[in-house]
């Protein structure tokens, strides 16, 4: 079952991985990226969102900002030293650890995304589609989500509407080598059981952009996060 959103804000930053330290942000917005915006809406484990399209509306712009980044994460090692040791720091200092960094980042942003749900092995007996898909349609009609959307970094809010029956807005008319994007990662899990990750595995594609929509192989969809 499908929607259709129009998303937009005022700056957005997809993060290649190739420049993840002085961050540098894809063209246009990754499925996985999209995906997050409407699974902050609705998501449950009986369901998974596959995009299906997204449409570029605004022209693509760029701006160079300094932003405040921490240099390291905590550990799991110095988690594990916190819970037997309570000496120990369980937390990051962020004044002794805290670096301006550059970002090229994505301005004035605006996408029509169309995806859907399917349902997956982890669904109930109470799980059907109809229930998932009423529950996703109230929530995007009134504006209502469980967590903030986000284009990319959290401090780059995201703001989304249901689009039903009205006409969609024209994409931009250009045409454009995107190059390699990431699609999503997939998470190979510990037997059937939802919880436990062994694996996380990035999938790739080459992305196109042609009179400013770009599609998503089909054969991608059924290969990660089944």
């Known amino acids: 079952m499908g929607f259709t959103l129009r998303v937009w804000g005022d700056y957005a930053c997809f993060t290649r991985p190739e420049m993840k330290v002085e961050r540098v942000s894809y063209d246009v917005i990754t499925p996985s990226a999209a995906r997050a915006i409407f699974e902050a809406i609705h998501w449950k484990p009986a369901i998974r969102w596959v995009i299906d399209e997204i449409n570029v509306i605004k022209p693509i712009k760029f701006q160079t900002i300094m932003r405040n980044e921490v240099e390291s994460v905590m550990s799991t090692q110095s988690i594990k030293k916190s819970i037997n040791n309570k000496e120990e720091q369980f937390y990051i200092d962020s004044n002794k650890v805290r670096q301006q960094r550059n970002s090229m980042v994505l301005k004035d942003v605006e996408y029509i995304i169309k995806a859907h749900f399917e349902m997956t092995k982890h669904a109930g007996g109470s799980d059907d589609e109809k229930k998932h898909y009423n529950i996703f ?54 037997g059937d059981s939802y919880k436990g990750v062994k694996e996380y595995n990035p999938k790739f594609f080459r992305a196109e952009m042609i009179k400013g929509k770009v599609t998503i192989p089909k054969n991608l969809q059924m290969e990660v996060n089944k």
């Open 137 to 190: 349609l109230r929530r995007a009609r009134n504006g209502e989500c469980f967590s903030q959307p986000y284009f990319g970094c959290r401090e780059f809010s995201c703001n989304f509407e249901l689009l039903e029956n009205e006409d969609l807005p024209l994409n931009i008319q250009e045409t454009r080598d995107l190059g390699w994007m990431l699609y999503d990662i997939d998470f190979v899990k510990k």
